[in-house]
């Protein structure tokens, strides 16, 4: 994850001139990060995972009807938007993060294309 300092522009109620405010800098090498990190990888590699029981029972019983393409669609354009929002606030550099999302945005577009073709 980056270790940049955000910055946002702020109105000013005189002359029209923005005032930045800046977000304070992560202390690196922390415990805390170095376990949060951890468990960032952890329970998004199972959560891709998690995806594999619904394609596969789709695919098994040949009826895809119980699940809505609408919602699924839904998610895969929730998943690919905050990727590239995160690429993008990230200064345009890949990291676990983008690639996570990236990862359930294509696995949402697996259980999409698989209910389409059992319709």
Do not use: K
């Not at 930045?20 to 990888?41: C, D, I, K, M, Q």
């Not at 998690?50 to 596969?56: G, I």
């Not at 809505?68 to 354009?77: G, I, K, P, R």
């Amino acid at each position: 994850m980056s270790t940049r300092i955000a910055a946002a522009s702020c109105p000013s109620s005189a002359g029209g001139h923005g005032a930045r405010l800046e977000r304070a800098p992560r202390v690196r090498g922390s415990l805390y990060l170095t376990v949060l990190n951890w468990a960032f990888a952890a329970f998004s590699a199972t959560r891709l995972l998690t995806y594999l029981p619904t394609l596969w029972a789709i695919h098994v019983s040949g009826d895809s009807s119980q699940h809505s393409l609408l919602t699924w669609l839904a998610w895969v354009l929730s998943n690919a938007t905050m990727a590239a929002w995160l690429y993008e606030n990230n200064g345009r550099r890949a990291n676990m993060a983008i690639a996570m999302t990236g990862g359930n945005a294509l696995m949402c577009l697996a259980t999409c294309v698989l209910i389409a073709c059992y319709r």
